[in-house]
């Protein structure tokens, strides 16, 4: 199902770059407009001056009647619309002008003239000569003793510029806006194809069907890493679905024998008829059988907790050399049985935090393998190692058969067997149980093994500052 163009993650990035131009451009335009307008002001005002400068030379050297000619004949020079002037008293009085029946709205501006008697050389302001209608720019200049000189600019010419301005600025805007628009929706396409094919990929992905990819590209980029992560998951998921097929089909193998033969005993008794003894003979056999399984069921059961670290150990100081010894002295009937020499070596004190029960079911479990290969007049023999390392490790070597090292890491598999006749009783579980206990305590089980020179499995915990007393 396609999501909706207005919330699709392209429309939004659109929406951004569209949206930062746009603000970006009308910043650059306001600059670009005050800096104009305070040029063009300021070049109008240094006109004014030059004016009111040139009437204050001829007042000084021709009086008031050479002003007043003077006014004349700039206001003609200069066109009756262009601009204007008048001649004041301190007090604000008229006594002389150029035409202005053009500039008749434009009043004294009694501030104008208070600012100039109380100090000031010069009074700006922008007058408009009528709602909607041009604007004028005003100087009030002191041209001499007792002489006021009000001069006005139209700014039409320059009105009209910021007319045709503001209508570049609005067709520009325009412009930006729709190619930012267009080169947001192209750039948030082409970032995003990499995260189309993902999800065409992820859409063609089923339990039967593994095998689908997300292409790279190559660029090293933040896409191509998507990429390549996504592939990595996809490896292992697919290893853990055969992980999971090869447990069904372990599981299901594994099963059938214990089942088939509670099924056969109890048909057995059935068409038999036979006496009360076969009957319990029948419960006695359904119940070893019974045990088996759930201790395969439990064992597989606390595997997958610890690997999910929710193993739920109970962490005690526990003195490893003591757990070995006991070990041992378990063990040495069943070795003697089996015609095998079984030795251990200990370390003074090598003491760990641990679950004491669930590290003696991981040692045991690989004391019973290291028993079960080895052949008769073979040996055993344990070693505790708790040197100046942080690490505490418990070797048991035995002078079996070896294991291959392509071997190595798939017999700590889930009902794994080197013998795929499966002819050695077991559910192909104790390996990899002993490596989900020492993984929960912050340690790991290895081999190492030379074919038919014997093998040596190692369990490393470490030692957690522990002080056994």
């Known amino acids: 199902m396609m999501p909706d163009l207005f919330r699709t993650l392209a429309f939004r990035l659109t929406l951004w770059y569209a949206g930062i131009f746009t603000v970006s451009s009308c910043v650059a335009f306001v600059f670009f407009y005050f800096l104009v307008s305070h040029t063009i002001l300021n070049r109008i005002d240094q006109d004014l001056l030059d004016k009111a400068n040139g009437f204050s030379a001829v007042l000084s050297v021709k009086g008031v009647a050479g002003v007043k000619n003077l006014a004349v004949l700039e206001a003609r020079a200069a066109g009756e619309k262009k601009s204007f002037f008048r001649l004041l008293y301190p007090n604000g009085q008229v006594f002389a002008t150029s035409h202005m029946a053009y500039w008749k709205n434009i009043s004294v501006g009694e501030a104008a003239v208070n ?103 190559g660029n090293q980029d933040e896409l191509d890493y998507l990429a390549k992560t996504f592939n990595k998951m996809l490896d292992r998921i697919a290893g853990l679905v055969a992980n999971i097929r090869e447990m069904s089909d372990n599981i299901a193998h594994d099963l059938k024998s214990p089942i088939t033969r509670i099924r056969g005993l109890a048909e057995i008794t059935l068409v038999q008829g036979g006496d009360k003894q076969a009957f319990e003979s029948m419960a006695s056999s359904t119940i070893e059988e019974s045990d088996r399984l759930l201790d395969m069921i439990n064992t597989m059961l606390v595997i997958s907790r610890a690997d999910a670290g929710e193993g739920g150990f109970r962490f005690e100081p526990v003195d490893l050399s003591t757990l070995v010894i006991e070990a041992c002295d378990l063990f040495g009937p069943v070795a003697e049985d089996r015609g095998v020499q079984l030795e251990c070596t200990t370390a003074a004190r090598a003491g760990v935090m641990a679950d004491i029960a669930m590290v003696q079911r991981c040692l045991t479990n690989l004391i019973d393998n290291a028993l079960k290969y080895t052949p008769a007049r073979g040996r055993v023999w344990i070693e505790v190692d708790a040197g100046p390392s942080d690490w505490v490790e418990i070797r048991v070597h035995d002078t079996g058969e070896g294991i291959r090292e392509a071997d190595y890491e798939r017999i700590f598999e889930r009902f794994y067997r ?52």
């Open 418 to 469: 080197v013998d795929p006749s499966r002819s050695e009783a077991g559910a192909g579980l104790g390996l990899c149980l002993a490596r989900a206990i020492a993984r929960g305590h912050g340690g790991d089980v290895t081999v190492t093994s030379v074919l038919d020179g014997g093998s040596c499995f190692s369990i490393t915990l470490p030692k957690g500052n522990v002080r056994v007393i």
């Open 115 to 217: 600012d100039l008697i109380s100090g000031t050389k010069n009074v700006f302001e922008t007058v408009t000569l009528s709602p909607g209608s041009q604007q004028v720019r005003v100087l009030y200049h002191r041209s001499g003793a007792g002489v006021i000189l009000q001069t006005g600019l139209s700014m039409e010419t320059y009105s009209h510029f910021f007319v045709a301005f503001k209508r570049v600025f609005i067709v520009a805007m325009a412009v930006v806006v729709l190619l930012s628009a267009l080169c947001g929706w192209f750039l948030s396409k082409k970032a995003l194809s990499g995260v189309g094919a993902v999800t065409e990929t992820a859409s063609r992905i089923s339990g039967s069907n593994l095998d689908a990819r997300v292409p790279e590209t």
